[in-house]
């Protein structure tokens, strides 16, 4: 069974950063690529963020480009998502989630709010 747990996020100002941790069990977490999606308020899930099996490769989203940075560490099998100049556009319910249509295999969540 496959189980991700994100943690990490809460509140900051515009601007400001964090660092969000995804842990992962049940995965071939080295071998396959892995996301980082989000669900602002109201809204539907959007990707941001992708890395591959062995970390080589990255792919963002334009609205996360230049301002947030994947990467993974495959001995803790944990998955990072730095956030910098956080805007309040960006505040979200922010997953780690395997691939796949509606992305059905993600954790719970950590929640990001960015607000002055």
């Known amino acids: 069974e496959v189980q991700l747990e994100e943690s990490g996020g809460g509140l900051v100002q515009p601007g400001g950063s964090l660092r969000l941790s995804c842990t992962v069990s049940?995965?071939?977490?080295?071998?396959?690529?892995i996301n980082w999606i989000r669900q602002p308020p109201g809204k539907q899930l959007e990707w941001i963020a992708g890395i591959s099996g062995d970390g080589g490769r990255t792919w963002y989203a334009p609205s996360v480009q230049d301002r947030f940075i994947i990467s993974k560490d495959n001995a803790k099998n944990t998955l990072y998502l730095q956030l910098n100049n956080l805007k309040v556009t960006d505040t979200a319910m922010y997953f780690c989630a395997l691939p796949g249509a509606g992305w059905p295999d993600r954790g719970q969540g950590t929640q990001v709010t960015v607000s002055s």
């Open positions: 049940g995965y071939a977490f080295s071998s396959y690529n």
